[in-house]
Nanobody, 125 residues
Framework: VQLQASGGGLAQVGGSLRPSCAAS????????MGWFRQAPGKEREFVAA???????????DYADSVKGRFTISRDNAKNTVYLQMNSLKPEDTALYYC????????????????WGQGTQVTVSS
């Protein structure tokens, strides 16, 4: 399984970005896909995750800090997961990682077996 994150960048406060995570070597619809972030000097933290297709395919979980602003979605035809980030704040600045696991949604980074390389998101005030 390989995960390739892209689509980060620079945005102003209140702006939007939509990073994506493309999976290869696996059918992503069978995986739980998640996003984590890590700011300089801080620990990696959960952002959002979406359930694998089948069962409860639209179930998603979000960190309280991003609820109502971020939306995770998946396009199974493209084997890709997106993180729509709206109303961005300076505290959203971090390196964003996509991750994948089998089974169910988890907010714990240690539960994820597969990781992408990260894409930088910077929000300027």
């Amino acid at each position: 399984v390989q995960l390739q994150a892209s689509g980060g960048g620079l945005a102003q406060v209140g702006g939007s970005l939509r990073p994506s995570c493309a999976a290869s070597g696996v059918t992503a619809s069978g995986l739980v896909m998640g996003w984590f972030r890590q700011a300089p000097g801080k620990e990696r933290e959960f952002v959002a995750a979406i359930q694998r297709s089948g069962g409860s395919p639209n179930y998603a979980d979000y960190a309280d800090s991003v609820k109502g602003r971020f939306t995770i979605s998946r396009d199974n035809a493209k084997n890709t997961v997106y993180l729509q980030m709206n109303s961005l704040k300076p505290e959203d600045t971090a390196l964003y990682y996509c991750a994948a696991r089998y089974s169910i949604v988890s907010v714990l980074s240690v539960a994820y077996s597969y990781w992408g390389q990260g894409t930088q998101v910077t929000v300027s005030s």
